[in-house]
């Protein structure tokens, strides 16, 4: 019987939402628009007291810009990032050209509306880089209702936009800069502001150089021609700036643009260029740590994670690269990356691989061979039922509207084809079997819990591949510092690789998973189990008190909650200032008083 005790008591503070994700690097970068503090601002409200050149000035107002807000702009960022400067010209321009926009803008600070981000699906492809991510589960059908008239409201302004002559990513960078509610003459607008600045961008020029060309292309003709095709768009498509603001996340941090494809420094069987770096030597272990998070963050959060946690590159990862399932995951670690292995056997890595006998009722015109992300929750029964309608009143083939509808709402919901027009949800045990986990690991509570828990876990095969560098630095075994354990994914990782964890002190708030993971030591274990409900209550001397009692630790593990980061969060996506994203901070806390202990030992 494995040992185990516990450190605090089995109270929940609150249950972790959606692990969802966030909206594609790709999109155009918005500036953070927060006024400089008093301490930046001369007397007559230029930055650092620079005023600027008066050329500059009326060269902006040479290009159509009112000069009252070309000076406002300039009083807001400055002059030296021409791009930035013309980007929030162009923003204000497409605001709708009036004096509210601009006035309401105070050089003392802005408050800037909430951007709501939607998840951007790719229906027909499973392999783009879209998945659709956790979603907060609801207690009832409205949520559900609310999500899906979001979706359709996306599509038919996507559509329309199409129709207008935009690319279907011009689409949807546009409705992730403004929101899905934007009028559809500012979603036009937006596009025509990235367009002027990709194209003054694109060149590699110095700012002034940027500026004087952007005066050059966009004076004249040209100038002309883009504000008169904007304007027939707007006439047609009606008008009014009544759509939300470009997303302001208050980030100062750059963007960190993903890789394509998402493998991460090597993969099993990928034949790819490998990646290798040299680690700060702060950095260096012991210990040994591994944090995860989603890979579509807010603008910035990567490079501040990247920052606290000694700068070491993130590595990113698309689980479908090693199963059957979408999972776009952000991994920063200090472990060697040379010498990995997989899980054998290998995972399999199609729909039909994994579930054979799907194969009978999948009709040949739903062409997905892998699913999305795996969310913390399923379709309502009236989705299921409308598709079951629609289909059984079609004829075979169904008509490609009806089809396109079906393979919407398939992909969306990772539907799965159980009958003759009927597609259900994944049961528990098949996505336990998915994300590499024992079956029934989960069995014993509520399948809501299941769905959640599942949602919010590690991806075993990919974290195993990472942590496989273990096994001969470790021969007699590990000892484990878990934060955010969840049900864990680290430990049956762990376990799969032979790896014998001597003791693991797992932080997790969740009793419903401590359930689980207790569960499971005690069939699979024979180490000490030592358990503690929430990262906030372990401190420093507790810290150090582990440390001299187990002799330090190996490995520190852990994946803060990404409630604040997944681009499903629509109403509280805060960055790392989130309520449950602000962990990350205690992760980082913990980890540095591990360190710290072990150097006094």
Not at 386 to 391: A, F, G
Request: charged share 25%.
């Amino acid at each position: 019987m494995a040992d185990w005790t516990s450190g605090s008591d089995d109270s929940d503070k609150f249950d972790w939402d959606s692990d969802g994700e966030a909206e594609p690097s790709s999109a155009p970068a918005t500036r953070n628009f927060d006024a400089p503090g008093p301490s930046t601002l001369s007397s007559n409200g230029w930055i650092n007291g620079e005023a600027p050149p008066t050329s500059l000035i009326e060269g902006y107002v040479a290009m159509g810009f009112p000069k009252e807000m070309v000076v406002r702009s300039i009083k807001e960022i400055g002059h030296s990032d021409a791009e930035a400067l013309l980007e929030l010209l162009l923003t204000y321009k497409a605001l709708g050209d009036d004096d509210d926009a601009v006035g309401n803008h105070s050089t003392s600070g802005c408050n800037p509306p909430i951007v709501e981000d939607n998840d951007d699906l790719d229906f027909e492809n499973w392999n783009d880089d879209d998945d659709t991510g956790g979603r907060v589960s609801s207690s009832d059908d409205s949520g559900y209702e609310e999500f899906l008239r979001e979706m359709s409201d996306k599509d038919e302004k996507i559509n329309s936009l199409r129709d207008m002559g935009f690319s279907e990513d011009e689409a949807n960078m546009a409705i992730t800069i403004c929101g899905v509610d934007a009028d559809l003459s500012v979603l036009v607008d937006s596009i025509s502001a990235s367009q002027v600045t990709e194209v003054c961008h694109s060149r590699n020029l110095s700012d002034h150089q940027v500026t004087a060309r952007c005066f050059d292309s966009f004076g004249g003709r040209k100038r002309a021609r883009l504000i008169e095709e904007s304007k027939k768009k707007r006439k047609r498509y009606g008008g009014g700036a009544q759509g939300k603001r470009p997303s302001l996340d208050g980030s100062d941090e750059e963007s960190m643009p993903l890789p394509k494809p998402m493998v991460g420094f090597n993969l099993p069987g990928y034949r790819g260029p490998s990646m290798t770096r040299v680690l700060p030597e702060l950095a260096t272990g012991p210990p040994y740590f591994y944090y995860e998070n989603v890979a579509r963050a807010p603008k910035g959060v990567w490079a501040k994670i990247t920052r606290f946690l000694f700068d070491i590159q993130p590595e990113f990862v698309d689980s479908l690269h090693l199963c059957a399932a979408a999972r776009k995951r952000g991994y920063i670690h200090n472990l060697p990356t040379e010498n990995r292995s997989p899980l054998l056997p290998l995972p399999p890595k199609t729909i039909f691989e994994a579930f054979p006998h799907y194969k009978k009722w999948w009709p040949s015109w739903d062409q997905r061979t892998h699913l999305n992300c795996l969310q913390t929750c399923m379709a309502p029964a009236t989705v299921t039922e409308r598709i079951q309608q629609k289909l059984s009143s079609s004829g075979n083939p169904p008509p490609q509207s009806v089809q396109k509808y079906v393979r919407h709402e398939c992909s969306k919901w990772n539907l799965v084809w159980v009958g003759k027009d009927k597609a259900a949800p994944l049961e528990p045990h098949e996505m336990e079997y998915l994300l590499g986990f024992p079956k029934d690991h989960k069995r014993g509570v509520g399948k809501t819990q299941r769905y959640k828990s599942l949602g919010n876990s590690f991806q075993v095969d990919t974290v195993a591949y990472h942590l496989s560098v273990l096994r001969g630095m470790f021969p007699n075994g590990v000892r484990v510092l878990s934060l955010f354990t969840g049900i864990g994914g680290g430990e049956v990782a762990l376990h799969k690789l032979g790896i014998h964890m001597r003791v693991v002190v797992s932080v997790e708030i969740g009793e419903a998973n401590r359930q689980i993971l207790r569960s499971w030591w005690d069939q699979t274990q024979t180490g000490t189990l030592i358990e503690i409900a929430d990262v906030k209550s372990l401190k420093d001397d507790e810290i150090a008190t582990y440390v001299r009692r187990f002799g330090g630790f190996d490995l520190v593990i852990g994946g803060s909650p990404c409630n604040n980061l997944a681009g499903s969060n629509r109403h509280h996506r805060d960055g790392l200032e989130g309520e449950h994203s602000s962990l990350f901070y205690d992760y980082f806390r913990i980890l540095n008083s591990v360190k710290s202990a072990m150097a006094n030992m």
